[in-house]
Every structure is written in C-alpha cells, then in structure tokens.
C-alpha cells in the first residue's frame, strides 16, 4: 500500500495519520505493525505533536541546525544538500503497533510527512505486517 502526497512548500510537517488510520481498518489486521516509510532521500517520517507552535519550532530548529547554502559538497550537484542532511537526521520510517485493528500512538501523537525539498509529488509506502 501507498499514498501520493503533493507538497506546497519548500520544508513543510504533513499530517498523514488519517490516511495511515484508513489503510489499517482497510486492511482489516487486527494485531501487528504497521511500518510507514518514505521512497525519497529528501523526507522522512516522523512522529510529533499536531500543534502548530511545535511544527513551527521542528522546522525552525533544522533551519538553525542545517542552514541552506551553507557551502556542503553535493549542492555542487543539485543544490539541495541540507535536505539530504535534514533526512538523514530525521529518519526515513516508523513503525506503530496495531491492536484491535487500530494504530497504538499516544494521545497527542500524529504522524507527519516530512518535506525538506519541495514542492514536489512524493509516495510513502504503508507495510503491515499481521501477527496471528
């Protein structure tokens, strides 16, 4: 299973979790994991906070920790290197337990697509996996 994102901005937090949530009841297991994981080397996957100084405060914090054009090697290829670095730091997949066919993420806890080098159309790949 999949999804297609369309990204609207350079750096930006996407909440995926419905659509993850979706997968799951759709795929009708009841107990396993679920691993979500991103094809691109310039994303990630990560778990958070859906709360907008939080998002704002993530994405400020890789601004301050890996700045643009900042003199990195491979911007002599593409010119994005520091997304490749933001990815790197980031992680590119996680993996929730399923109980009872749901998703077991704490009470604040969401999912988030990651961009760092958009706008762009992404997949993120869903992988459950049943335990009988």
Known sequence: MHLDIS????????DITSQIEQQVRDSRVQSGICVVSTRHTTTSIIINENESGLRSDILNLLEHLIPPSAGYS??????????????????SSETIPVID???????????????????????????LISHP
Do not use: C, M, Y
């Open 101 to 127: 066919g749901k998703l077991v993420l704490g009470t604040w806890q969401r999912i988030f697509f990651a961009e760092l080098d958009g706008p762009r159309h992404r997949t993120v790949n869903v992988t």
């Open 7 to 14: 990204t609207s901005s350079r750096i930006e937090l996407i």
């Open 74 to 91: 491979h911007d002599r290829i593409d010119n994005n290197a520091e997304a490749h670095l933001k990815a790197v730091l980031l992680g």
